[in-house]
């Protein structure tokens, strides 16, 4: 199947920096990206949905100052955390998928996850 | 609305006992439905989906589910477990409304006995 990588898997930074994690397709080209987030013990709630070329949209409740998307290329998306604080602290998933142009449903393949733990 | 429920938080069998997960949707039409697993800090791993056609669904690793419409229901299921089956499985549903989203159950953790 295809790969979904991301980077960093494991980031520690202080209260107050700014945070940016990296979703890559490595072998097709994703029109959509999906970002999730994984509290401990707990399902995967979606933060939002990005479409190559277009802006992020994103779930009821979700802060889109305070979590960044660009979706800039057809094979990168990236959440940056700003301003982080310890209550952002959690696993965070993306996944990719290629949106053709008919309406076949087309499956979402996940990244392996990013740790984030604020100081 | 679409919805997913796992009607068990944790499973415990024996190592070469046989598994059952269950897991029950709510849709109005032919669902598309998956199966993941994740082991603990992983990401998700797909055991097999069902879109369409023959509902005994193969999977990896020897899982298999069935989809049964009158039930609304797709359990997954293992003859014999071993003990690298120990992690958390998400039963999930694709919303259909338009955006495809992936709706997820709240997971089963499966803890193997020796």
């Known amino acids: 199947g295809a790969v979904v990588s991301q980077h960093p898997s494991r980031v520690i930074c202080k209260s107050g920096t700014s945070v940016k994690i990296e979703c890559r397709s490595l072998?097709?080209?994703?029109?959509?990206m999906f970002w999730y987030r994984q509290f401990p013990k707990k399902s995967l709630m979606l933060m939002a949905t990005?479409?190559?070329?277009?802006?992020?949209?994103?779930e009821q409740g979700v802060e889109k100052d305070k979590f960044l998307i660009n979706h800039a290329s057809l094979t990168l998306s990236t959440l940056t955390v700003t301003s982080a604080h310890p209550e952002d602290s959690s696993f965070y998933i993306c996944?990719?998928?290629?949106?053709?142009?008919?309406?076949?449903?087309?499956?979402?393949?996940f990244g392996p996850g990013t740790r984030l733990t604020v100081l | 609305a679409q919805s997913v429920t796992q009607p068990d938080i944790h499973i415990t069998v024996s190592e070469g006992a046989s598994l059952e997960l269950r897991c029950n949707y709510s849709?109005?039409?032919?669902?598309?439905l998956f199966w993941y697993v994740q082991s603990p800090g992983q990401g998700l791993q797909l055991l097999l989906k069902y879109f369409s056609g023959d509902t005994l669904v193969q999977g990896i690793k020897g899982f298999e589910a069935e989809f049964k419409r009158s039930q609304s229901s797709f359990n997954l299921r293992k003859p014999s477990v071993h003990w690298s089956d120990a992690a958390e499985y998400f039963c999930?549903?694709?919303?259909?409304?338009?955006?495809?989203?992936?709706?997820f159950g709240k997971g089963t953790r499966l803890h193997i006995l020796p």
């Open positions: 999930a549903v694709v919303s259909m409304n338009r955006d495809d989203k992936i709706i």
């Open positions: 996944s990719a998928r290629y949106t053709g142009t008919s309406r076949i449903y087309t499956e979402q393949f």
């Open positions: 990005s479409n190559e070329g277009s802006k992020a949209t994103y």
């Open positions: 072998d097709f080209q994703a029109t959509t």
């Open positions: 849709y109005g039409a032919t669902p598309y």
